[in-house]
């Protein structure tokens, strides 16, 4: 079974709704790395999580990390055109240093 | 940051073929990483690179396939060698930041064997 699961696989909203985006592990997270992906390009980091009940902002998007260190969300609030992309979440799980286990990504569309 | 700068960023190749692609980082990195998304999938660590000593490849990558080199603190190379249409992937080095709480990615080298 995957380590990493990421829900939902793909996500399409209209403009200005709220969304969220989950990550659960099967193993704790020493920590939890969001990232957007454009297709067919590099990964734009997001946030990094790693405290049980941390919480992170930037502009529109939240990210928590859960009591138990196994379950991220990133919520986007009122959603734009320019959020459209692909969401990764990356896992340190522990098994090396750096060394980042990913989930199948979440593919969001905004309609204007 | 970490500004990390790849080459190519996209390339056609011949299958049987071979590839090196070039990772440049604008400050010193103990490890940098280099990782494969085939497509429509997520990213899967193909190995480590440390200044000075080997590679260490994850399991179901091998040296013969995709050798490494790691010259200096800066810059990593990958080559993708005799190539087939399984390679077609986006590959991307990564690298941790100095402050030791965010990993960077490149911009990625999206290859395709024909």
């Known amino acids: 079974s995957q380590e990493l699961e990421q829900s939902p696989q793909s996500l399409i909203v209209q403009e200005g709704k709220n969304l969220t985006i989950n990550c659960t592990s099967s193993k704790t997270l020493y920590g939890l790395y969001w990232y957007k992906q454009k297709y067919g390009e590099g990964l734009i980091f997001l946030m990094m999580?790693?405290?049980?009940?941390e919480e992170k902002s930037h502009e529109k998007i939240t990210a928590k990390l859960d009591e138990k260190k196994q379950q991220s969300s990133l919520h986007i609030t009122a959603s734009q055109p320019s959020h459209a992309g692909i969401y990764l979440c990356?896992?340190?799980?522990?098994?090396?240093?750096?060394?980042?286990?990913f989930g199948q990504g979440t593919i969001l569309t905004v309609h204007p | 940051s970490a500004v990390i700068s790849q080459k190519p960023s996209r390339d056609i190749c011949q299958r049987g073929t071979s590839l090196t692609i070039q990772c440049q980082v604008d400050s010193q990195v103990t490890m940098m990483f280099w990782y494969r998304q085939q497509p429509g999938q997520s990213l899967t660590l193909i190995a480590t690179a440390n200044q000075g000593s080997e590679a260490t490849y994850e399991s179901g990558f091998v040296i013969d396939k995709f050798p490494i080199s790691r010259p200096n603190l800066t810059f990593s190379t990958l080559t993708v060698s005799n190539m087939s249409p399984e390679d077609s992937s986006i590959y991307l080095c990564?690298?941790?930041?100095?402050?030791?709480?965010?990993?960077?990615f490149g911009e990625g080298s999206w290859l395709t064997v024909v």
């Open positions: 990564s690298v941790e930041g100095s402050a030791g709480n965010t990993i960077y």
């Open positions: 990356g896992a340190d799980t522990g098994t090396s240093y750096g060394k980042l286990t």
């Open positions: 999580l790693q405290k049980g009940g």
